[in-house]
């Protein structure tokens, strides 16, 4: 399982919003074995792509979409 980047900071990236709001996203893929004609994995993508971009107007969607593609570079650039 993949750690979280600075996991060891005082100071969570993560509220329990974010994991209410994954979960939810979780359930109602897990309820489809296809989704709109898509790969129940690629169902899981899209709606966690509609969470965040629906929560942070400034999210590039197709920059998620191609790091959950596996063997893809997830790290953030530093600012």
Same mark, same amino acid.
Request: aromatic share 8%; hydrophobic share 40%; with cysteine.
């Given at each position: 399982?993949? @750690? ?8 969570? @990236? ?25 790969? /129940?994995?690629?169902?899981? *993508? ?11 107007? /400034? ?9 959950? *593609?596996?063997?893809?570079? *997830? ?5």
């Amino acid at each position: 399982m993949a @750690k979280a980047f600075n996991s060891l900071s005082s100071r969570n @990236k993560f509220a329990k919003r974010h994991y209410e709001a994954i979960a939810s996203v979780m359930q109602e893929c897990r309820m489809h074995i296809r989704c709109d004609g898509i790969e /129940q994995m690629e169902c899981v *993508v899209k709606y966690l792509a509609d969470l965040f971009a629906s929560d942070n107007g /400034q999210f590039q969607r197709e920059r998620f979409i191609s790091a959950c *593609v596996p063997g893809a570079n *997830v790290r953030a650039r530093a600012h």
